[in-house]
């Protein structure tokens, strides 16, 4: 199994970007991002589940950010409007079996290297 993260950069704010995340050798129930920045733990971002296509997101994300999924490609997005310089972090696409959809890195089993997102004030 494979996640590959790409669409990060740098970007203004209040500018967008979308970040894409292509699996392989495997498909799941539910999707998630994450983001983290050095010294601090992996923090949720968004989450969807891939059966349902219901979506769960962070208070620090909703409204501003949508996560989505192509079944038929494979992939998972995250439309990320209204960027601010506290957005500015590694994001890490991953992948659970679990059906339920959830917010816990621990319940997720497959994880991508990241894409480095940076947002200028």
């Known amino acids: 199994v494979q996640l590959v993260e790409s669409g990060g950069g740098l970007v203004m704010a209040g500018g967008s970007l979308r970040l894409s995340c292509a699996v392989s050798?495997?498909?799941?129930?539910?999707y998630g991002w994450f983001r983290q920045v050095p010294g601090k733990l992996r923090e949720f971002v968004a989450a969807?589940?891939?059966?349902?296509?219901?979506?769960l997101y962070a208070d620090s994300a909703e409204g501003r950010f949508t996560i989505s999924r192509d079944g038929a490609k494979n992939m998972v997005y995250l439309q990320m409007n209204t960027l601010k310089p506290e957005d500015a972090a590694i994001y890490h696409c991953?992948?659970?079996?679990?059906?339920?959809?959830?917010?816990?890195?621990?319940?997720?089993?497959?994880w991508g290297q990241g894409t480095q997102v940076t947002v200028s004030s």
């Open positions: 050798g495997g498909t799941f129930s539910t």
């Open positions: 969807v589940s891939g059966t349902k296509q219901d979506t």
């Open positions: 991953a992948a659970s079996s679990r059906v339920e959809i959830h917010r816990f890195p621990g319940l997720y089993d497959y």
